[in-house]
């Protein structure tokens, strides 16, 4: 099979692409032009291109290279972009300047790969491999083409679960800087858990003192404590790593949503303030299990001043529109036995223990609203959120069309398609994955059918992303080998709308280069660009 062009083999796919013949040469004498509001973009191409290229790119009035912001600049909305390259020039315009940003990562992408690889560095934890200590060319080409490019959805993540185990901020810059590379624009961070809490709260110093640590498990015997259990582990991140990840972010068009869990998936933040729970004067470790666990929140009033003081602490760090709440997995069983929680059900006029979830919820997601955010939660099923929430549909595709049809916002998170914890392929032997079953790249690749197209209701389909929950991806190699390839799959889906398989598996072929000049150390990319066989069952609930 010939090589595919560079302007070929874009990962995500642009949405039109016309191949020019000849190149543009970037050399020690290209400077860029930004017009005003491309600044921040012409900086970001400098801090990427001149470690790996040694190309100073100096700004300059007269540069070859312009980026420009032009508000009347039609159908390119927030985020798209117009790229020519020319042989004497190259001309990246957007209508907003987060367009600039996207079309940045196409440029890169267009270089060789060695111009992804920061010379003499890279990030931390990365092993040094070839190409690190290398000698740079002079001359950079870039294929002439013609690029129009706009995202087919507007969120487009990855959920990385910092609960179960820490991953320290290094890491999760590296991830930022790779969801960039794939024009993803969303790292949710789910950042508390039964087994962890991991962000700092002033009025409340326990939630990390307390609640960051885990023992290891507490009977040798019992069904949540084989060798898959959970391990002793610790982690915290400080104000400054998290305001620091949300700037860096921020100036790649990054947003970092960070998640608190309520009322359930709380056993760390009752750990550290047993007052918190449905029997105060319990003590209760981190919980030494994975699993669903039966402690959650109590529904006194203690608990709705808990409630809004870490959220205000959270929108303090994080400017992200959203907010998520988690609201899931969460037993109802305390609240049955609880004389408090009755109570409280009464008062509401709820019909019984089973609506505090939601009580509870809308009781936070009102004090995010009235503060001008959005709050997010994961949907059990298509009908049991407040109004006004964003929902993540993850147990069932209907409950997407369920919770549209009733005015929600939607991101498309279906487990059997977007869960890259479960395991890649049949293959015995790897390293332990989450039970359940096999999410491989074509399964990512080909996603769910459009709920809106079914079911058009007052709600909207925001986008989809990915989860990686870490039970069992302690360290940072883990996640790399469980997010790509299959994360290349959901950013060409997210961005570029349904693409042929075998288009994807040709670009991809030629991405794993990329890939690999990063130092991800990703699973196998061995995809067949052949059609996949009729055999294969659909994906279902
Ligand atoms: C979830 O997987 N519990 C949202």
């Not at 039970?435 to 709600?459: E, F, K, Q, W, Y």
Request: glycine share 10%.
């Amino acid at each position: 099979m010939p090589a595919l062009r560079r302007d070929q083999a874009l990962l995500p796919r642009p949405t039109r692409v016309s191949l020019r013949s000849g190149h543009f040469t970037l050399d020690a004498t290209t400077g860029v032009h930004a017009t005003p509001g491309a600044e921040a973009a012409a900086d970001l191409l400098r801090d990427l291109l001149t470690p790996a290229t040694g190309l100073p790119l100096p700004p300059s009035p007269s540069g070859t290279v312009t980026l420009a912001v032009d508000a009347g600049l039609r159908g390119l909305g927030r985020e798209g972009y117009g790229l020519t390259v020319s042989p004497h020039s190259v001309l990246l315009r957007a209508a907003h300047p987060t367009g600039l940003l996207r079309g940045v990562q196409t440029l890169r992408q267009l270089l060789p790969e060695q111009a992804l690889v920061a010379a003499g560095g890279g990030h931390p934890g990365l092993p040094t491999g070839p190409g690190r200590e290398r000698d740079l060319p002079d001359r950079w080409d870039l294929p002439c083409t013609e690029i129009t490019d706009v995202p087919h959805r507007s969120w487009r993540g990855l959920m990385i679960d910092v609960a179960r185990h820490f991953h320290p901020v290094d890491t999760l810059r590296r991830h930022v800087d790779l969801l960039a590379l794939h024009k993803l624009n969303v790292l949710h961070l789910h950042l508390t858990d039964d087994q962890g809490w991991r962000m700092p709260v002033a009025a409340y110093p326990r939630l990390t003192t307390v609640g960051a640590r885990r023992t290891g498990p507490d009977t040798a015997h019992s069904p949540g404590t084989s060798p898959r259990g959970p391990r002793p582990h610790a982690g915290a991140y400080t104000r400054a790593d998290l305001t620091g990840l949300v700037a860096y972010a921020a100036r790649r068009g990054v947003t970092v949503v960070p998640e608190i869990e309520m009322p359930g998936h709380v056993r760390a933040a009752l750990a550290a303030y047993p007052h918190l729970g449905n029997h105060p004067g319990r003590a209760l470790d981190v919980w030494t299990r994975w699993g669903v666990c039966d402690t959650v929140l109590g529904v006194h009033d203690a608990v709705l001043d808990f409630v809004r003081a870490v959220l205000d602490e959270v929108m303090d760090v994080f400017p992200s529109p959203y907010v998520h709440l988690g609201g899931d997995e969460c037993p109802t069983t305390e609240w049955e036995q609880s004389a408090t929680a009755r109570a409280r059900v009464a008062a509401e006029g709820l019909s019984g223990p089973a609506d505090l979830r939601g009580w509870l919820l809308g009781r936070a997601g009102a004090h995010l609203r009235e503060r001008g955010r959005h709050p997010v939660a994961w949907a059990e099923t298509g009908t049991v959120l407040p109004p006004g929430f964003t929902a993540m549909s993850w147990r069932a595709t209907s409950h997407a069309a369920e919770a549209l049809a009733r005015g929600h916002d939607v991101v498309l998170t279906h487990h059997r398609t977007t869960y890259l914890d479960y395991a890649q392929d049949e293959e015995p032997g790897g390293p332990p994955v989450q039970p359940g079953p096999v999410v491989d790249l074509r399964t990512v690749h080909r996603g769910d059918p459009d709920p809106a197209a079914s079911a058009p209701g007052a709600g909207r389909v925001l986008g989809t992303q990915a989860q990686l929950w870490t039970e069992f991806a302690p360290t940072a190699a883990d996640l790399d080998r469980l997010a790509y390839p299959r994360l290349c799959a959901l950013a060409d889906r997210a961005w570029s709308g349904p693409t042929p398989w075998p288009d994807f598996a040709r670009r991809l072929a030629a991405h794993t280069r990329r890939l690999d000049a990063l130092g991800v150390r990703h699973h196998p990319t061995t995809a067949a660009p052949s059609e996949p066989t009729a055999a294969r069952t659909a994906p279902s609930a």
